[in-house]
Nanobody, 127 residues
Framework: QVLLVESGGGTVHTGDSLRLSCLASGRTFSTWDMGWFRRTPGKDREFVAFISYDGGVIDYADSVKGRFTISKGKSEELATLQMNNLEPEDTAVYYC????????????????????WGQGTQVTVSS
């Protein structure tokens, strides 16, 4: 059993930054791909960012490209999401997700491709 826990959310103003972290406990694995997703009320959860197990493949949603940076963590910290120049449209619950092994590139933006999910952390950006 793998448990993922996100942290680092909060309430900030337009233009501020936040750093989200995804911690893992329980059984861990040597190779894992990581994704960040977010959900706003009334909408489906949407893809935000992806990083492959070796850091060789990184992908971002167009809406966050140039502002967000995903990185692999160390030890229990599986991944981080540095969010700069935040906008009110970034307000959402952010989730980290993990899958053991390496995803096909066609699947990295698909929720169903990930096996493990955190409970989410709220990010609120006020104008």
């Amino acid at each position: 059993q793998v448990l993922l826990v996100e942290s680092g959310g909060g309430t900030v103003h337009t233009g501020d930054s936040l750093r989200l972290s995804c911690l893992a406990s329980g059984r861990t694995f040597s190779t894992w791909d990581m994704g960040w997703f977010r959900r706003t009320p009334g909408k489906d959860r949407e893809f935000v960012a992806f990083i492959s197990y070796d850091g060789g493949v990184i992908d971002y949603a167009d809406s966050v490209k140039g502002r967000f940076t995903i990185s692999k963590g160390k030890s229990e910290e599986l991944a981080t999401l540095q969010m700069n120049n935040l906008e009110p449209e970034d307000t959402a619950v952010y989730y980290c997700a993990a899958v053991e092994g390496s995803l096909n590139s066609l699947l990295i933006r698909r929720e169903y491709a990930y096996d493990y999910w955190g409970q989410g952390t709220q990010v609120t950006v006020s104008s």
